[in-house]
T-cell receptor, first 113, second 109 residues
Framework: SQTIHQWPATLVQPVGSPLSLECTVEGTSNPNLYWYRQAAGRGLQLLFYSVGIGQISSEVPQNLSASRPQDRQFILSSKKLLLSDSGFYLC????????????FGPGTRLLVL | QKEVEQNSGPLSVPEGAIASLNCTYSDRGSQSFFWYRQYSGKSPELIMFIYSNGDKEDGRFTAQLNKASQYVSLLIRDSQPSDSATYLCAAPAGNMLTFGGGTRLMVKP
């Protein structure tokens, strides 16, 4: 069966510091991978998605970037965090087309102070 | 117009009642629809999907799809306090699965 991991689970970072969040998927090959952000009490905001290694699509211009160095690994990064980057970061995966069912990881709660 | 719309709620129902959650979508070409449940502080989990017009039942949950009206609903029978959560509807829009903003459901004992 497939599983998805995210770490860290929680993170408190000062403004201006760098960020690296990691997501890995097990039990599937060539998955579609997604990064979402969810502000408190709000809906899901799609940040990036990837249909293959090295293929990243950005949905929202901002100070975040994503990379996919391996088939089942997706990394979200920032060089300098802003207060507005605080939120709940969710990684998800799907098979087939990006219109198919998405399965979410446990998430990383980020607080920027 | 948002591609997938839901009333944000909260929808409050007494324990044992039927909770009815609604979702409208704009892409007439959409073929598949999904309902996710998200407990506070947790990630969304898939609870149902539906592809065909009509009803699909799974335990206490029934998904209803009306493609002509571009309308999807989720009925929860015999609502329990443990059903209190935010319910997200998702439908394809363009080449992506798009999520609604979610409806917060509160089931009161």
């Amino acid at each position: 069966s497939q599983t998805i991991h995210q770490w860290p689970a929680t993170l408190v970072q000062p403004v201006g510091s760098p960020l690296s969040l990691e997501c890995t998927v097990e039990g599937t090959s060539n998955p579609n991978l997604y990064w979402y952000r969810q502000a408190a009490g709000r809906g899901l905001q799609l940040l990036f998605y990837s249909v293959g290694i090295g293929q990243i699509s950005s949905e929202v211009p901002q100070n975040l970037s994503a990379s996919r160095p391996q088939d089942r690994q997706f990394i979200l990064s920032s060089k300098k965090l802003l207060l507005s980057d605080s939120g709940f970061y969710l990684c998800a995966w799907s098979e087939g087309t990006p219109q198919e069912t998405q399965y979410f990881g446990p998430g990383t709660r980020l607080l920027v102070l | 117009q948002k591609e997938v719309e839901q009333n944000s709620g909260p929808l409050s129902v007494p324990e044992g009642a039927i909770a009815s959650l609604n979702c409208t979508y704009s892409d007439r070409g959409s073929q598949s629809f999904f309902w996710y449940r998200q407990y506070s502080g947790k990630s969304p989990e898939l609870i149902m999907f539906i592809y065909s017009n009509g009803d699909k039942e799974d335990g206490r949950f029934t998904a209803q799809l009306n493609k002509a009206s571009q309308y999807v609903s989720l009925l929860i029978r015999d609502s329990q306090p443990s059903d209190s959560a935010t319910y997200l509807c998702a439908a394809p829009a363009g080449n992506m699965l798009t999520f609604g903003g979610g409806t917060r459901l509160m089931v009161k004992p």
